[in-house]
C-alpha cells in the first residue's frame, strides 16, 4: 500500500462511511453508552486539560497499514503558521503543562520546529510523536539534536522488536530504518540514564487482537531490542488497535470486522472507562478545530454541547468540564487494561 | 449443514450450562483459576493450551488460544514451537508403542 485511502478513492476514506459502519452494529453489539451508562459514566465528561495534543497534519513519510489519521506521503492537510500561533497563544494564556505533537509525521511541518522551541520557553513538557524514520530523511539529519536539545520526549511507533511484524505494519524495511534511528537517539543520550531524555516505544498489536499486558511485554522490547541490537528505551507503551480509517479497512477486507468489536465489548473495562484520555486531553486539527481526541477528530466529530469548536475561541473553564462525543469506536480505548496515547490506563 | 464446526458456536459455549447450570459454575470457576497467573504465567499457560489444543483437534480451542496467544504476547515462532511439542509427543505416543510392537513379535518368534 503506498497511498492513502482519500487517495485511492477508497469510500473508507469518509468519516461518515467509516460511522456508518460503526452506526450500523448487531444486537449482539452493545452501544457503547449503554456500558457507559452502567459504569455511571453516561454522559463522560472532561475533568480538565492537562494535555494540548495538536494533529498538525496528515502528512507522512510512510503509509502504515493499520494509520487511523489515513496519514500518507500523498496527504497534503497541514497546519498553519497562522494557526500554530493560535495553538502557541492558548498554551501562553493557559497552565496547560503538557504539549503532544502529533501528525503525521510532525516533523514534516514546516511550523513543528516552532511550535517545540516557544512551548519549551513557555516551561512546557514537550512530546513528540515520532515514526523513527523520517529522521533518516535528508532534510530531517538535524531533528534528533533539536529534539535533544530542547528535552522533547520521544514517543515512537515500534509495533515488534523483530523485522518482520514490524514491517507487515508499517511499510516493506521500516523496522531497519527504525532501529538506525533508535541507534541514533540513543548516541544522543535517549533513554539512557542521567540525560533526561526520554524515549518511550509504542507497541501495536499486528493485527485484529488486543495488546497484551505493558509490562510483559516491554520487558520482552527490553531484552530483545538490548540483545540484538544494543538499543536502549525508557518505557513501552500498549496501544489498542482503533476500528476507524484504515484498520477499519483491514478489519473489513479480512471479515475480521464483527470478531474484533465483540472482542473489544467483551474486553470492556468500567476502570478504563474512566481512565480515558478525552477525559484530560484537548485535540486540535490541522486546521484548528477542537476535539475531544485524535480519533474523534479523524471521525469529523468535534466538540459539541455548546464548548467551543476552534482554537481561536479557546476558553478553558467551558472546555474544562465540557461533554465528551462517545461511539462504538470507544471501546478501542476501554478494552481490558485500556489504551491511551500513554499506553494502559489501569 | 456444510461443517460440524462452526466459528460462531464458539461464543455459545455458555449455553453448555442451560442443563446443568451447577455443575457449568464449577467448570468455569475450576477453568479460571487454573488460567490466573499463578507459578506459570498467563502468557505460558495460553501456549500449553495452544499446544493441548492441537493434540487434542478441537478447532474452538486453536482458535480461541492463538488468539489469546497473540494477546499474551507471544510471537508465531515461540507458537509454532508450543505446536511441535504436541506434534512431538503425539508422534512420540506413537513411536513408543512400537516397544509393545517388539515384545509382542520377540515372544512369538523363535
Known amino acids: 500500500m503506498t497511498q492513502s485511502l482519500l487517495g485511492r478513492e477508497h469510500p473508507l476514506s469518509s468519516a461518515v462511511e467509516q460511522l456508518r459502519v460503526l452506526n450500523n452494529f448487531s444486537p449482539a453489539q452493545t452501544p457503547f453508552d449503554e456500558n457507559l451508562a452502567a459504569s455511571g459514566l453516561f454522559p463522560l465528561t472532561a475533568t480538565g486539560i492537562e494535555t494540548l495534543q495538536i494533529n498538525v497534519g496528515k502528512l507522512c513519510n510512510q503509509t502504515c497499514h493499520h494509520c487511523h489519521v489515513d496519514a500518507a506521503p500523498d496527504r497534503k492537510e497541514i497546519m498553519t503558521r497562522e494557526t500554530a500561533e493560535l495553538c502557541l497563544d492558548v498554551l501562553r494564556d493557559s497552565e496547560i503543562p503538557k504539549l503532544d505533537i502529533t501528525g503525521g509525521a510532525p516533523e514534516l511541518n514546516p511550523n513543528f520546529r516552532r511550535l517545540v522551541t516557544e512551548a519549551r520557553r513557555l516551561d512546557r513538557h514537550v512530546m513528540d510523536r515520532c515514526n523513527l524514520s523520517v529522521l533518516l530523511l535528508p532534510s530531517q539529519k538535524d531533528l534528533g539534536h533539536f529534539l535533544a536539545a530542547n528535552q522533547v520526549e520521544i514517543i515512537a511507533s515500534l509495533p515488534y522488536f523483530a523485522a518482520e511484524r514490524t514491517d507487515s505494519q508499517r511499510g516493506a524495511g521500516v523496522f531497519d530504518k527504525s532501529v538506525e534511528a533508535l541507534r541514533r537517539l540513543n548516541a544522543l543520550g535517549y533513554g539512557r540514564e542521567g540525560t533526561g ?57 479480512t471479515n475480521n470486522y464483527d470478531r474484533y468489536m465483540q472482542r473489544l465489548i467483551r474486553a470492556y473495562n468500567p476502570g478504563a472507562a474512566a481512565g480515558v484520555m478525552c477525559r484530560n486531553t484537548l485535540s486540535v486539527g490541522w486546521d484548528g478545530s477542537l476535539y475531544d481526541c485524535d480519533f474523534n477528530q479523524m471521525l469529523d466529530l468535534p466538540i459539541s454541547h455548546g464548548a467551543p469548536a476552534h482554537i481561536r475561541d479557546f476558553a478553558r473553564g467551558r472546555l474544562d468540564r465540557r461533554r465528551i462525543f462517545t461511539g462504538q469506536h470507544c471501546y478501542g480505548c476501554t478494552a481490558g487494561a485500556g489504551s491511551s496515547c500513554g499506553g494502559a490506563t489501569v | 449443514m456444510s461443517s460440524y464446526y462452526h466459528q460462531d458456536d464458539l461464543g455459545r459455549f455458555g449455553d453448555v450450562g442451560k442443563n446443568a447450570p451447577g455443575l457449568w459454575e ?22 500449553i493450551a495452544l499446544a493441548v489444543s492441537h493434540a487434542v483437534q478441537c478447532p474452538y480451542c486453536i482458535d480461541a488460544y492463538t488468539q489469546a496467544c497473540l494477546e499474551k504476547g507471544s510471537n508465531l515462532e515461540q507458537m509454532t514451537e508450543a505446536v511441535h511439542v504436541a506434534a512431538a509427543i503425539r508422534g512420540g505416543a506413537s513411536l513408543v508403542h512400537s516397544v509393545q510392537m517388539r515384545n509382542v513379535a520377540e515372544n512369538l518368534s523363535m
Open chain 1, 197 to 253: 531524555l526520554t524515549i518511550n516505544l509504542v507497541y501495536n498489536p499486528t493485527g485484529a487482537f488486543l495488546p497484551p499486558q505493558q509490562e510483559a511485554v516491554e520487558a520482552d522490547f527490553k531484552r530483545e531490542l538490548a540483545a540484538r541490537h544494543g538499543i536502549v528505551f525508557n518505557a513501552l507503551y500498549v496501544i489498542t488497535n482503533m476500528p476507524i480509517s484504515r484498520f477499519l479497512e483491514f478489519l473489513l477486507r
Open chain 2, 26 to 47: 464449577k467448570f468455569q470457576a475450576w477453568y479460571n483459576a487454573v488460567f490466573a497467573p499463578g507459578a506459570l504465567s498467563e502468557r505460558e499457560k495460553c501456549l
